[in-house]
């Protein structure tokens, strides 16, 4: 076993599966650096995740690169040494080494890509979105639809405005 502050950097290059990604795996790379501390490890690293989303305004499925810095904690279920089983707090809520001391970090990488994510994704900044009469992609056809829907209590100042 290694001494506390020895370091080893690791790259990353996989794939991961999101609840929220539409059955396609997002893209994860990047390298973090991993430090022993005298009761688990410490994982610090930028990491860069090409998330799969729908666009907020047209509905259509794109991709977004989303990059962040990950500074956590693991600490272990159990005593390597001994084998016995760790009790920490109720309280601690932090990312765990599993029971057979496998550092796994897609629960960080979920959290973090999560948390990082534009809360309404753009398929691109200049998306004209759906036709609210029609529904059609203003994208990729330009709708027919003649709708004016005017809300009548701004009647007297969209008469200003003629």
């Known amino acids: 076993m290694k001494s506390s502050g020895y370091q080893v950097l690791e790259t990353l290059d996989d794939e991961l599966k999101f609840d929220w990604a539409l ?53 272990p279920y159990r005593d390597i040494n001994t084998g016995r089983l760790i009790i920490e707090s109720e309280e601690y809520d932090g990312f765990r080494i599993d029971d057979d001391n496998i ?13 990082s994510s534009p809360v309404n994704p753009l398929c691109d900044v200049d998306c004209k979105g759906l036709c609210p009469h029609c529904g059609s992609n203003l994208n990729k056809i330009t709708c027919r639809c003649k709708i004016n829907i005017q809300d009548r209590r701004w009647g007297p100042l969209l008469d200003l405005l003629k």
Do not use: M, P
């Not at 796994?104 to 890509?113: C, F, G, I, K, W």
């Open 103 to 115: 550092l796994d970090l897609t629960e960080a990488v979920r959290q973090y890509s999560s948390v």
């Open 23 to 75: 059955e396609k795996k997002a893209g994860v790379k990047g390298s973090v650096v991993i430090i022993r501390t005298d009761s688990g490890v410490w994982v610090s690293g930028d990491i860069n995740v090409d998330l799969y989303f729908d666009c907020s305004r047209c509905l259509t499925c794109a991709s977004q690169l989303v990059n962040f810095q990950i500074e956590e904690e693991y600490l």
